[in-house]
């Protein structure tokens, strides 16, 4: 019966190939944006996934897309993209276009898409967790069974206003699952150097908030956790707290060329060996699911997708000149009785 009961719950082939194409498309669009970026196309600070894509694999295909929330922090484009949000509009935004998803005025930081539940990439370290909170607050009230998904880095976890949300989520049985993205630096600091602390997840407990650490490196075990955290807060109404484990290959942002400065090439060897898209291709391999060659044929596709995507956004007009002013408030704006 256990036997029975563990084959169950396994993915299905389709799935597993999903999640491995899901990771593949997040991989290779970050490093388009990296194109970008050097190529001078994308302007302002940037933040890519790389190394992170089982986190938000895991934690995308655990909710109800378009009905659920997600707000996260600036290294947003996967949640985006993973939520449905039109890939050359995330593209055009980061590349400052008309076709953006903020008209091209936000920026990388700043992808928003509220239709497909996805409540902005925000550039204030830990400013949008009480606006989570928020989305929670609202559902709560409205009693739409909605669970918001509210992400943040272990940097941000040191902000005072998380500590004030957590109270404020607890005394009010929020149903928000807030989301430490560990990736063992704040910028280019490491965890031990600003947590006195650096079991993150256990900062849930002066709250009574239900909270654990999870492996985000591993995309099936990431789905599985994720999978049973969500339904947990949907059942109970109540606030989660997780710290999830993973490791960027890039640097903090797009400028981040020195990294090696606060950590050593042998140590990023040692962790690409734990690369989420080379665990999840072992896998595919074991169960018959692909070999190398369908595996090859994959990325191919995956590539000429991206490339696709990049053209269309390139090709894309920017904002005009007198679009400046617009959704903004400003005293030039009062002054001209906008």
């Known amino acids: 019966m256990a036997k029975q009961a563990e084959k169950k719950n396994l993915e299905s082939p389709a799935d597993l190939e999903q999640y491995y194409r899901d990771m593949l498309f997040i991989r290779h669009f970050e490093e388009k944006c990296n194109v970008a970026y050097r190529q001078g196309k994308a302007g302002g600070y940037m933040h890519v996934y790389i190394g992170m894509e089982a986190l938000a694999v895991g934690w995308m295909h655990s909710i109800r897309k378009g009905h659920d929330n997600v707000i996260t922090a600036y290294r947003d484009h996967a949640h985006a993209l993973l939520l449905g949000t039109d890939p050359v509009a995330v593209m055009a935004e980061i590349m400052g276009r008309k076709a953006g998803t903020a008209g ?96 993150l997840w256990k900062r849930g407990a002066p709250f009574g908030i239900k909270s654990e650490r999870v492996d985000g490196m591993d995309a099936l075990q990431m789905k599985k956790d994720a999978q049973r955290i969500v339904d947990w ?22 400028a981040d060329n020195d990294r090696q400065l606060y950590r050593t090439k042998e140590e990023e060897a040692e962790n690409l060996k734990r690369d989420p898209i080379k665990r999840l291709e072992a896998v595919l391999i074991e169960r018959n699911i692909a070999n190398e060659e369908k595996l090859e044929a994959i990325d191919a596709e995956i590539q000429e997708i991206v490339e696709k995507i990049y053209a269309e956004a390139d090709a894309s007009p920017f904002p005009d000149v007198e679009e400046v002013y617009d959704n903004i408030y400003s005293d030039m704006t009062v002054e001209q009785g906008h």
């Open 104 to 199: 091209g005025k936000g920026g990388s930081m700043h992808i928003y898409d509220p239709k497909n539940g996805m409540f902005g990439g925000w550039g204030i370290v830990g400013g949008h967790i009480p606006l989570g909170a928020g989305l929670a607050f609202a559902s709560k009230y409205r009693e739409d069974d909605k669970v918001t998904l509210n992400f943040m880095g272990d940097g941000a976890a040191n902000q005072g206003v998380v500590f004030e949300t957590f109270n404020m989520a607890s005394l009010y049985e929020l149903p928000c699952i807030f989301i430490i993205e560990n990736n063992e630096f704040a910028m280019g600091t490491r965890l031990e150097y600003h947590a006195a602390d650096t079991e």
């Open 233 to 254: 807060v949907r059942k109970e109404q109540k606030p989660y707290l997780v710290e999830v484990m993973t490791y960027r290959y890039s640097g903090h942002g797009a």
